[in-house]
């Protein structure tokens, strides 16, 4: 069964502190997202990657968050240093490119589980 | 930028009703894709509907419809013979179909509780 696979599940840290997330997207997927959810601003987009280039990353504090794909298999999340406002669950969501109408694209993103930050 | 809204940050439905979540959109686009996704306490984002922007025909999944009026710009999801295990933030979502990789935008979300 398909899925897409986020590290860690869970995470707490001090403020200050080096926090590198990991996603492994849906094999064959070309597409990959990085999200943040929070109770005040929901869903945001953070960056985003097509075969594993960088289309879009003016949702991230480029002063201290960094996403890259070292390969097709791995996407990474990082915040150095980390602050207390950082507190929030991160997902990851892959899919294929969206295609003209009647195309067998669905559209769909599939999504990680999330990985739950809490910046001390 | 498309922006989806969803204007009832909570509801609630008894067992076995039928509860609809409304959901409208802002878009200049006319090829599209819409999604309703669940997320429960395990937060886990899981899909329950979606609807391509040139189907007339309304999407239906088992208890879950929705209503796309898309002059209107609007796309209600309706879950009939609610469950308990319905409870969940529910959030409305936009995908350009434009060729490339485009994001979801999602809605705030609406928190449906259903009562035993």
């Known amino acids: 069964d398909a899925r897409v696979t986020q590290t860690p599940r869970d995470k707490v840290t001090e403020m200050g502190q080096e926090v590198t997330m990991r996603c492994q997207p849906i094999l064959g997927h070309n597409t990959v997202f990085w999200y943040r959810q929070t109770m005040m601003q929901g869903l945001e987009l953070l960056a985003y990657f097509r075969n594993r280039a960088p289309l879009d990353d003016s949702g991230m504090p480029k002063d201290r968050f960094s996403a890259e794909m070292p390969d097709a298999t791995l996407a990474t999340l990082k915040i150095q240093p980390s602050e207390p406002r950082d507190s929030a669950v991160y997902f990851c969501?892959?899919?294929?490119?969206?295609?003209?109408?009647?195309?067998?694209?669905?559209?769909?993103?599939?999504f990680g589980e999330g990985s739950r930050l809490t910046v001390l | 930028a498309q922006t989806v809204t969803q204007s009832q940050p909570e509801m609630s439905v008894q067992e076995a009703e039928t509860v609809t979540l409304s959901c409208t959109y802002d878009?200049?686009?006319?090829?599209?894709?819409l999604f309703w996704y669940k997320q429960p306490p395990s937060r886990q984002m899981i899909l329950v509907i979606r609807?391509?922007?040139?189907?007339?025909q309304n999407a239906t999944e088992n208890r879950f419809s929705v209503n796309f009026q898309k002059a209107a710009k609007s796309f209600s999801l309706k879950i009939s013979d609610s469950q308990l295990g319905d409870a969940a933030m529910y959030f409305c979502a936009y995908r350009s179909a434009f060729p490339g990789n485009t994001p979801l935008v999602f809605g705030k979300g609406t928190r449906l509780s259903v009562i035993a």
């Open positions: 969501a892959s899919g294929s490119r969206t295609s003209w109408t009647g195309g067998a694209d669905t559209g769909e993103l599939f």
């Open positions: 609807q391509e922007a040139y189907k007339q």
């Open positions: 878009t200049s686009e006319s090829d599209y894709y």
